[in-house]
């Protein structure tokens, strides 16, 4: 199965340190995304990451692609209590239709 | 205005009864999806379709039936509910065929309870 898994399942950290959560896959993949969940809502895209990219910024976020490692890294620099969710991978294999998401890790940010 | 909207937000049922969960997107996206997210967060697809065309149809039982009457509106249909069918049910939208470089748009779920 191509499914990520994201390491660690849950994570707790002092608000203003980094958080980094990591994500590994089976198979080659077109991209891998990187999603966040507050507690009772929908899963919100963070940032998209194509197989031919390594790196990837967004405002706090850093994206890592290794795709010899077959896994990818998300980073999120000087951490907010608003930060506080679960995050979850998702790959679309090559030629694939569907996104398959990991099950996620939850962060909590504390004050 | 919200994008991806979904009802209800809570079903509670009892054993054998059908119900329905309905979607609707206002993005004009061409393509939606069915997620079902079990008790331990692992979200999982259902269903898929573009433009009204069922694409993806994973191993679901034949209790559960999509229906989109048009590329804005994707229900599902849940015949003859059973306990291992509780979960968070998540509707979720994409702007093409889903083959390409593109990312989901996310309702907020509809928590089902099955008793």
């Known amino acids: 199965s191509q499914q990520g898994e994201e390491d660690p399942q849950a994570l707790s950290i002092q608000e203003g340190e980094n958080a980094t959560m990591n994500c590994s896959y089976k198979?080659?993949?077109?991209?891998l995304q990187w999603y966040r969940q507050n507690s009772g809502r929908g899963l919100v895209h963070l940032i998209l990451i194509r197989s031919n990219e390594r790196e990837k910024h967004s405002g706090r976020l850093r994206v890592t692609l290794d795709t010899s490692k077959k896994s990818s890294s998300l980073l999120i620099t000087a951490s907010r209590a608003a930060d506080t969710a679960s995050y979850f991978c998702?790959?679309?294999?090559?030629?694939?239709?569907?996104?398959?998401f990991g099950q996620g890790t939850r962060l909590t940010i504390n004050p | 205005d919200t994008a991806v909207s979904q009802t209800p937000k809570y079903l509670v049922t009892q054993m054998g009864n059908d119900k329905s969960i309905k979607c609707e997107q206002n993005l004009g996206h061409d393509t939606m999806y069915w997620y079902k997210q079990d008790s331990k967060k692992f979200l999982k697809i259902m269903f898929s379709?573009?433009?009204?065309?069922?694409?993806i149809n994973e191993t679901v039982p034949n209790r559960f039936s999509p229906k989109s009457p048009d590329k804005a509106h994707l229900n599902l249909h849940i015949n003859s509910l059973e306990l291992g069918d509780s979960a968070v049910y998540f509707c979720?939208?994409?702007?093409?065929?889903?083959?390409?470089?593109?990312?989901?748009?996310f309702g907020s779920g509809t928590q089902l309870s099955v008793l």
């Open positions: 998702a790959t679309r294999g090559q030629g694939a239709q569907k996104l398959v």
């Open positions: 198979t080659s993949i077109n991209n």
């Open positions: 379709y573009n433009n009204k065309e069922l694409i």
């Open positions: 979720a939208s994409s702007q093409g065929q889903g083959l390409t470089n593109e990312k989901l748009f």
